[in-house]
């Protein structure tokens, strides 16, 4: 049997550094012997020819895929042509260097699933390279460049979203071109990068020079734990360890007293202080009583440039689906998920309940409630509090279907999307 080969899958922006990281690599790898696959979205695999020529690996070593994205389109192309590589050749170590628009982690995927590449390959880390710059500049409030080169399918999603995703799967996080930035904005970046990746190792890098050590063979990939690293995943689990915290809203009906003191208590509690120095900071909105669709969309569709990231899952009176909304800088998008367990028929509602031991369930509302996790700088989190807590509805409404008859700008149907805030250019 033969021992598994260490993947490093490499991710970034369009004009992060990736193909300056590998070419730097190759070039001070010492008695590693490096493989090297490399994607681009173009008819021409430009990254491909510019690795080619800055090293000495033979056409065998590099495997070009094109016209496609080797986490979706090429998804069997790059199963074809890691199995073909550990064939054909020997090497140490290989190196995936996905197209500037890919997402990282269903490439990581393909290695930890049971097939015939798990069975050759293990991987090592993801690694995301970031442009420093233009990632301060996409969380604070300004233009966002669009994502190019996506297809139809994909919406032409904003920059932000992807730099969320290729940073909140990440082991190591290059924070590059930082002699484009001033040392108060790096600290800055790091303080963000912590915030919403808090497990991923930092280093600051010009021109993508990093000692090869600090990347290969460090181990630092856990299968298990594939996307459950983000920030905001902390800040849920963190605050389900908060014997203390309280939800606003878990019964129906209540009378104004007691709805002052859930929102006078409710303030003090799942609050997480990811880095007090530079202002970077979390909290957790939970409520067991449904979100006002209108008033809830303009809470989201305002929330101030200080919040870069977040995520949730929420209750939409008049739906029976779960939204979860994912914000990433100015990018908001509302996905129906799936139906809440409480309204299916009884006997499926008990099938799901025995199969989940540990699902929260209310007397009166089954599983139905709202987590919402919000990151950012500098803001006013009691207002943010207030303004969510505005935005659910009231008892009147709750008590009266017809007074919630309003347009639902969230989608109702599973799998749905709806873009509630889009970068203006």
Known sequence: MHATIPVTVLSGSLGAGKTTLLNHLLRTAGDRDLAVLVNDMGE???????????????????????NGCICCELQDDLETAVVRLAREREFDHLIVESSGISE???????????????ARY???????????????????????????????????????????????VANVVLLN?????????????????EALQPDAATIRTEFSAVDPDRLLGIDRFDPDRLGELAGWQRALAEADDDSSSLEYGAHGGHDHDEHEHNHDEHDGHDHRHPDEVYGVDSFVFRARRPFH????????RDLPTEI??????????????KVDVSQAGPSIRATASGPWIASLPEVDQELYRSNRPGLEWHDDHGD??????????????????????????????????????????????????????????
């Open 44 to 66: 021409v695999n430009v990254d491909a020819d510019l690795v080619a020529e800055g090293s000495d690996l033979d056409a065998g070593g590099v495997a070009e895929l094109s």
């Open 177 to 193: 071109k930082t002699d484009l930035c001033e040392p108060e904005e790096l600290e800055e970046a790091e303080a963000l990068v």
């Open 293 to 300: 669709p209108e008033r809830f969309a303009t809470v989201l």
């Open 104 to 118: 990282p982690a269903p490439v990581a995927r393909l290695f930890t699933t049971a097939s015939r590449v798990a």
């Open 368 to 425: 139905r409630r709202t987590e919402f996790v919000l990151i950012g700088t500098e803001y006013e989190e009691s207002r943010l509090r207030e303004r969510l807590e505005a935005a659910l509805v009231a008892d009147d409404e709750w008590e009266a279907p017809p007074a919630l008859e309003c347009p639902n700008p969230f989608p109702d149907e599973q799998g749905a999307v709806a873009v509630l805030r889009e970068p203006t250019n």
């Open 308 to 321: 870069v990231r977040s995520k949730g899952t929420a209750w939409i009176a008049g739906s029976d689906v």
């Open 122 to 168: 293990e991987i090592d880390a993801l690694v995301t390279v970031l442009d420093t710059r233009l990632f301060l500049d996409a969380f604070a409030g300004q233009a966002v460049p669009e994502r190019h080169g996506e297809t139809d399918d994909q919406e032409n999603r904003p920059l932000s979203d992807l730099l969320i995703e290729q940073l909140e």
